[in-house]
């Protein structure tokens, strides 16, 4: 008998749809953290201010039935504050290597996210 591996299996298609998903704005929410720190402290505060108001926003929208929009927007407007809280002076040697390793968690979360749908689209063929 050939028993599969796990990974090896047949992936259904809502399972491989949300590893990608997760795998891009993972991707896409490390880089804007690794933007976020990298932006001289003026411009850095105000771009942290616009990710808490625009996390806020998707936070609290009303077509949010499944909760993805309110869990984003809570990670968006977390990141917002970390931003600002890393661009200020006293609050800078935390806050600055948290956003840092924000990135890098996500980054990490991203390939891997990535690398299981990849291996869920092998499955496919």
């Known amino acids: ?4 591996v796990d ?3 047949y992936v259904p298609t809502d399972i491989l749809a949300k590893r990608g998903v997760a795998a891009v ?21 105000a771009a942290g201010a ?3 108001f625009v996390g806020i926003g998707a936070a609290f ?10 869990k984003g927007g809570v990670m968006v407007t977390a990141a917002g ?9 006293l609050s800078r040697t935390l806050a600055a290597p948290l956003l ?5 968690v996500l980054i990490g979360f ?16």
């Open 25 to 45: 704005a993972s991707l896409a929410g490390g880089a804007g953290l690794l933007v976020l720190g990298a932006l001289p402290p003026v411009m850095g505060i």
């Open 81 to 89: 504050i970390l931003a600002i809280l890393a661009k200020l002076p």
């Open 110 to 125: 991203g390939v891997w996210n990535g690398i299981k749908f990849l291996k869920g689209l092998k499955s496919r063929t």
């Open 1 to 4: 008998m050939n028993d599969l």
């Open 7 to 9: 990974e090896e299996k």
């Open 61 to 70: 929208s009303r077509g949010n039935e499944g909760g993805a929009d309110r």
């Open 50 to 52: 616009i990710a808490v």
């Open 100 to 104: 840092g390793l924000g990135a890098a």
